[in-house]
Nanobody, 115 residues
C-alpha cells in the first residue's frame, strides 16, 4: 500500500549539514501529515519534525532553528534539512505517516555526527 524510503544519511563533523529525503510510493503527500522521527540505540524513538499537507510545520525544541522540514507533493517526497549538526543529533532517522489508521515507517537512514 504505502512504502517510504529514506536517503541522505551519512557521517558529518559537528557544525556540518545534511539533507534527508523520504520518497513515497504513492501520492499520500497531498492529504497526509508527515513526520520525521529519530532513534538512538536503546532509547525511545523521538519525534523531530512534522509537516501538514498544507505545509504547516512543528519541531522538537532540541532542533528548532537548526532543522527545516519541507515537502514536494509533485515528487511525493518530504525532506529534512539539518544544519549546525551536533553529536547529540546522531541517530537513525525515520519518516512516518498514518494512512487509514495504520502506521507506515521507512527503514531509516543513519546520521552520525562526530565531535
Amino acid at each position: 500500500q504505502v512504502q517510504l524510503v529514506e536517503s541522505g544519511g551519512g557521517l558529518v563533523q559537528a557544525g556540518g549539514s545534511l539533507r534527508l529525503s523520504c520518497a513515497a510510493s504513492g501520492s499520500i503527500f497531498s492529504g497526509n501529515t508527515m513526520d520525521w522521527y529519530r532513534q538512538v540505540s536503546g532509547k525511545q524513538r523521538e519525534l523531530v519534525a512534522v509537516i501538514s499537507s498544507g505545509g504547516s510545520t512543528n519541531y522538537a525544541d532540541s532542533v528548532k532553528g537548526r532543522f527545516t522540514i519541507s515537502r514536494d507533493n509533485a515528487k511525493s517526497t518530504v525532506y529534512l534539512q539539518m544544519n549546525s549538526l551536533k553529536p547529540e543529533d546522531t541517530a537513525v532517522y525515520y519518516c512516518h505517516v498514518i494512512v487509514r489508521y495504520m502506521n507506515y515507517w521507512g527503514k531509516g537512514t543513519l546520521v552520525t555526527v562526530s565531535s
